[in-house]
């Protein structure tokens, strides 16, 4: 079964990283390529990609001709973004939520788990057979 | 079936083999049928029979001759197809020589040599995108696999089959034909190939994954197919400078990436890593080319990369002549990014605040382009202007597509932030410049 584990972060960047410590820093980014090198290695990781911060982001909608008509920033309301995903394939629904409380308890100062929400998504497979 | 008392050659062996003989069977057949596209399906199911086979039953006599036949026999069998003989009439139409000049003579030596020019010229063609030429490039030049071509950009074998497909298809609607460009063309071809080439090789070079060992080393292989190119055009300084740029980048590669795969400037790298086999190689390289005449970009960049590689610690670089040689570089290829890498070279001379007023001509230019920032903020930090840089590399942060950079820029926000002055600040470090 495929999952899409989805973190998101603080639209806030003050509140984030950049206030951190050095080694706080260091041992939160230690954390996740330790993570991400463990799922490999368990032969459950699928898919996975860190994204850029918002101020990339644009909204593109088609125009009545199907030409691209692309505005600024997204949402600007919404408070958090989507940081980075994985895609992983696991034997069970609860070893997907068990990788995902993983994830969310990446250190932030002094060591202390975040506690970061993680959307998790099934990834919808094929029809059914039929018989 | 395998000779059981003679050890077979290794699968590396037959490998390395296979990819020196790729561009030379495929010019040939390709040349022979007048069908690009078919051919260079053939020959790679010819490599592919051959990589299985020649480890167990040996290496044949005539590896070449044994691939330019089983190829043949795989194309003919293709041209049998419906949808191939549609395409085979394409194809020959847009391989028909112009003029009688351009016939290859039937009793002229297979020119093998020549043909590999060819094949690079042809896929390298301007009429591709950059993705696309390099894809084919490391196939049909390269002799890589589509799967292992696949594996090199992360991208699905299928995704990548198809722009290769794609790639051909295009080449041959263009009319481009298997002939060396004339006079007239010459130099921007091979600007096409060189740029190709070096775009490879950054591939690789920028790719900073923990599992980067499982995939094929796209650096290697460019290096490898430029010096091979520069078998070809001995007499081309480009060449010889793009060579000696990827052989002295290259160097570095083993201190540039620490344990957790973070990004270590080069002012920070142990120089113990350095390769010195290579970094001597390079050196010797550009300065023999340097000494032709008729300096191009690649050569100027490759002589910066050889002036870091020679310094045996950060504080001994010799940044004068850094400076010297961007402004040479910016001369001869205007380019505000180049801008940027001297007014860190003059920050390094002139100190930092000549730095920054240097970067302000180039605002309008790079307006919201993080490597403006990254580079503004090390300068406002030499200038003790700590606050500043923090403003600046979180702009810098927010800007970058690189993971690995993203954690780089983090780490070096957290260290500004509580920096204390009376600590041996590593504020001498512009950071790495790109060239």
Redesign the interface.
């Known amino acids: 079964m495929k999952y899409m584990l989805m973190m998101h972060t603080p639209r806030d960047m003050s509140g984030g990283m950049e206030s951190w410590s050095p080694e706080d820093v260091k041992n939160h980014i230690e954390f996740q390529h330790r993570f991400d090198r463990e799922l490999t290695e368990a032969g459950e990781m699928v898919f996975n990609e860190g994204l850029t911060f918002p101020d990339q982001a644009l909204v593109v909608r088609a125009d009545d001709k199907g030409a691209p008509v692309v505005t600024d920033g997204p949402f600007p309301e919404s408070k958090e973004f989507l940081i980075g995903f994985w895609i992983v394939d696991v034997a069970t629904a609860e070893r997907a939520y068990e990788i995902a409380a993983t994830a969310s308890s990446a250190p932030g100062p002094g060591g202390q788990a975040l506690g970061i929400p993680i959307e998790v998504r099934p990834i919808a497979g094929p029809p059914p057979i039929e018989v | 079936m395998s000779v059981a008392d003679t050890p077979g050659p290794s699968r590396t062996e037959v490998e390395d083999l296979l990819r020196e003989l790729a561009p030379r069977v495929l010019g040939t057949v390709a040349r022979k049928y007048r069908d690009f596209d078919t051919a260079e399906d053939a020959v790679q199911e010819a490599l592919l029979a051959a990589s299985t086979q020649w480890p167990t039953q040996g290496v044949p006599e005539s590896p070449e001759a044994w691939l330019v036949t089983v190829a043949s026999r795989r194309l003919i069998n293709m041209w049998r197809g419906d949808e191939a003989r549609r395409r085979r009439e394409d194809a020959m139409f847009a391989m028909e020589p112009r003029s009688g000049a351009d016939v290859p003579r039937a009793d002229a030596a297979p020119a093998e040599t020549d043909d590999t020019l060819l094949l690079l010229f042809l896929c390298c063609h301007p009429t591709l995108t950059h993705a696309s030429a390099v894809a084919l490039t490391l196939r049909a030049v390269g002799g890589l696999t589509t799967a292992q071509i696949a594996a090199a950009f992360l991208v699905p074998e299928p995704t990548m089959a198809q722009r290769i497909s794609r790639a051909k298809q295009t080449i041959g609607r263009s009319g481009a034909r298997f002939e060396l460009p004339d006079r007239d063309g010459w130099r921007g071809r091979l600007a096409s190939v060189l740029t190709v080439l070096y775009l490879t090789f950054s591939e690789g070079y920028a790719s900073v994954d923990?599992?980067a060992l499982l995939r094929p080393d796209l650096s290697r292989e460019a290096i490898r197919l430029t010096r091979l190119l520069g078998r070809l055009l001995p007499e081309e300084a480009e060449v010889a400078g793009l060579l000696a740029l990827m052989v002295l980048t290259d160097a570095r590669r083993a201190a540039r990436i620490g344990p957790?795969?973070?990004l270590i400037p080069l002012p920070r790298q142990d120089r113990g890593r350095w390769d010195r086999a290579a970094i001597a190689e390079g050196v010797e390289l550009i300065s023999a080319t340097l000494q032709k005449g008729a300096v191009g970009p690649y050569q100027l960049q490759a002589a910066i990369a050889a002036v870091h590689d020679e310094a045996e610690r950060a504080e001994e670089t010799d940044w004068p002549q850094i400076l010297a040689l961007y402004g040479v570089l910016e001369r001869v290829a205007p380019n505000p990014i180049v801008t940027l890498n001297r007014a860190v070279a003059l920050s390094m001379v002139d100190g930092p605040r000549a730095g920054l007023d240097l970067l302000s001509t180039v605002d309008d230019k790079l307006a919201g382009h993080y490597r403006l920032a990254v580079v503004r903020g090390h300068l406002l930090e030499m200038a003790g202007d700590r606050d500043a840089a923090?403003t600046q590399l979180?702009a810098a942060?927010?800007?970058?597509?690189s993971?690995a950079e993203?954690?780089f820029l983090?780490?070096e926000?957290?260290?500004l932030?509580?920096a204390v002055a009376d600590v041996n600040p590593p504020s001498r470090d512009p950071g790495t410049p790109r060239a």
């Open positions: 923990a599992d957790q795969g973070d923090v979180r942060a927010a800007g970058t597509r993971q993203l954690a983090l780490t926000i957290a260290r932030r509580t």
